[in-house]
Structures are given as C-alpha cells and as structure tokens.
C-alpha cells in the first residue's frame, strides 16, 4: 500500500488536471487527429513517467521498421503500454482486453489514442476487430500492439503463456511487417510488495518478420515462431536483469 500511496500522491495532481482533455479526446475522437491526441497522451505520459522510478534499458531500435507494423510484445504489467507509449513518437495504438476499458484514466487514455478493447469469446467481435487493425495498417498512420499471450503473466518467473494464433491475423491479412518485442521488468513497478529506489525495465526490439518471411505460413505456425524468438531473448534479458540489480546494490 505504500507504493500505491507514492504514486497517488504523485501520480493523481496530474491525471486530475488532464481529465478535462482526456474526457474531450475520448468522447469526440473524430474532432482531433490522431497525431495530436496522441502526443498529448505521450506528454503526460512524460510528466508522470519518473513517478514510476524506472530505469529503461532499450536495445534493437535499428529493428523497427519505418512502416506501419504489427507490434507483438509479452505482457508482463499494466506498464507494458505505458512505456511503449513513453517510447515511441509516432502514434502506435492497441488492441486490449475489455477490462482494461474500465480502469482510471487508463482505460479512456488507451481510448484517446483509437485502441480497441475485446471482449474474452465474443468471436463476432473478434472478427470485427481483427478487420478494424487490418484495415488500419493497410490504410492508416499507426502500429498496432498486441499482446498476443492475452493477459499479463501470472508466473512467478514471468514465462510467458501460449502465444493465441488469432492475434496475427492482422498482419497476415494486411501484409504488415510482424515486430517482436521482449519486455522484462515491468511487472516490478506495480508490485505492492516490491519496494526499490530504481526499477530496471529492459526492452528489446528484435528483427522484424517481413511478410515474405510468414506469409505461407498458418497463424498457429508464425505464433510460434514469434513466441519462441521472444523467448530465447527474454532468457538472455533475465540474466542481464541479475547484473542490473547486483551493479545497483553496489552502488548503495
């Protein structure tokens, strides 16, 4: 509760004060393009970002194509998009699960910026949502991210669950390069019963999958690989996570 504590009280004064815009944004999308809501976002973002004592460690940016992408990250905390969003300038958006909707702030937030939310077996709006993020790379200025394990881990040593097949029929319909993207330390930052002067966060951009690579491929199979090209790199983030941590305590 003392984490949660600090960063209410750092936290709220901001988020109270931009509640006005992040209202406005939400309800009338259609009013203000996407560039604009979109830094908007980012620049609160920024200003609530060192409430969260969070050292980013960010290697592969060479990988991120130039063109619109199918973002795939493993999902670790609800941090994950936060600092994509910190991370990246050009407008990226998501596809989230329908929960999330109902969170402070952050559900209207992810809103703002055209997210979507899904509910769990509603495949009729899976179909319509997997058109919507299709017809959008094909046509549109922004990446998507899905995190196609579905949910944050809950395993104690953040292994990922099964990647779901579906979450790559966006990039299978529309052509889009698929960029995999290995996240490790984020599930620190929110942990009420983890306490740190600095949180190291590690995020990997690895080589993007171009659509000659997968395209005669099935969902199941490019699921796969993208889920065992992440994890070969997640393993190498945790060993470089221990020397984080032990360079941290010696400089206590």
Not at 6 to 35: M, N, V
Not at 77 to 91: A, E, G, W
Not at 202 to 209: D, G, H, W
Request: hydrophobic share 35%; proline share 5%; charged share 30%.
């Amino acid at each position: 509760m003392i984490k949660y504590a600090r960063l209410g009280i750092g936290l709220i004064p901001h988020l109270t004060k931009a509640s006005f815009w992040i209202g406005k944004y939400a309800k009338h999308k259609d009013k203000y393009p996407l560039e604009k809501r979109y830094n908007k976002t980012r620049h609160l973002i920024h200003i609530a970002f060192d409430h969260f004592r969070t050292d980013l460690y960010i290697d592969g940016e060479e990988n991120i194509p130039s063109v619109n992408s199918l973002i795939v990250p493993n999902h670790q905390s609800l941090m994950d998009p936060v600092i994509l969003i910190h991370y990246f300038s050009k407008p990226i958006t998501f596809v989230a699960k329908e929960e999330t909707k109902k969170f402070p702030w952050f559900g209207k937030l992810i809103t703002c910026i055209d997210g979507v939310f899904i509910e769990r077996d509603n495949l009729r709006q899976e179909i319509r949502i997997i058109r919507q993020v299709t017809e959008s790379l094909q046509n549109e200025d922004k990446s998507w991210v899905i995190f196609p394990e579905g949910t944050r881990s809950k395993d104690k040593d953040m292994k990922m669950s099964e990647f779901k097949a579906g979450s790559f029929k966006p990039a299978l319909s529309s052509k889009a390069p698929i960029l995999p993207v290995a996240i490790f330390g984020t599930h620190r930052i929110l942990d009420q019963k983890l306490h740190r002067k600095r949180y190291p966060v590690q995020i990997s951009f690895l080589k993007p999958i171009e659509y000659e690579e997968y395209k005669d491929l099935s969902t199941i199979d490019i699921s796969k690989l993208v889920q065992d090209k992440i994890a070969e790199r997640l393993e190498q983030l945790k060993e470089k996570d221990k020397e984080l941590l032990k360079n941290k305590k010696k400089k206590k």
